[in-house]
């Protein structure tokens, strides 16, 4: 992120979709807000990736359905080469498949583009701050497809992280482990432990580099193999 110790730290925003007037209505939304900036757009996903490498924003709000390469392969791409930027899909596909794919790919967060304007500014600010951003009613989709033994697991979790002794993190800790498991928003964590945002983002942090957790689809198996969250919750 850009800005010195006397202003707001921006987050730099780069915009991917193949929809001129949507995308042209994202950055006006977007950059109607104090701490966002958007710093590029591309139209197809080798132009995500493209511009992913010259401009390095701290987020990329990704289209699935665009043309020369869709944006869960440019999504692959983008986090195997640059792990520090984030990646959020915007989606008008509502399918679990779409998602639990895209998750599979790296993304970070997944939004459908029905949402409140209000949603998609707090699902960039939560990935691009290292948390994830889960549309309501997905994070069931996840916890099942995780408890099913055909999912596909994600290699770069070892059994040594899954074997990570809880009493690592503090009480609170593992209160936002199992809030973030079961795709609670930071806003809604922060009202139901009474808390700040800031602080509920603190936490993450700390309880993500503790368990060395990388991204949701981690941190939801390592809850699954710790018994801390049920398809039922």
Do not use: W
């Amino acid at each position: 992120m850009s800005g010195d110790s006397n202003t707001v730290q921006l987050i730099r925003v780069l915009l991917a979709d193949d929809h001129d007037i949507l995308r042209q209505g994202l950055k006006l939304l977007l950059a109607a807000q104090p701490d966002i900036e958007v710093v590029g757009e591309a139209r197809t996903g080798k132009e995500a990736i493209e511009q992913a490498q010259e401009l390095q924003p701290d987020i990329i709000v990704m289209d699935i359905s665009m043309a020369e390469m869709d944006g869960m392969e440019a999504c692959q791409h983008i986090r195997m080469q640059h792990p520090n930027i984030q990646v959020l899909m915007l989606t008008m596909h509502e399918s679990e498949e779409y998602f639990l794919q895209s998750l599979r790919m790296g993304a970070a967060g997944y939004i459908v583009k029905k949402a409140a304007p209000a949603d998609l500014c707090m699902a960039v600010r939560t990935t691009a701050h290292g948390g994830a951003f889960l549309y309501p009613g997905l994070a069931r989709a996840l916890i099942r497809a995780y408890l099913t033994p055909q999912m596909p697991t994600n290699p770069a979790l070892s059994s040594s992280t899954l074997n990570t002794p809880l009493d690592v993190l503090t009480p609170r800790e593992r209160e936002v482990l199992i809030l973030v498991a079961e795709g609670r928003t930071n806003q809604e964590i922060a009202n139901q432990l009474v808390i700040s945002i800031k602080t509920v983002q603190a936490h993450r942090a700390n309880m993500m580099e503790k368990l060395g957790l990388q991204d949701i689809t981690q941190l939801v198996r390592f809850a699954i193999a710790h018994g801390l969250i049920t398809s039922e919750f």
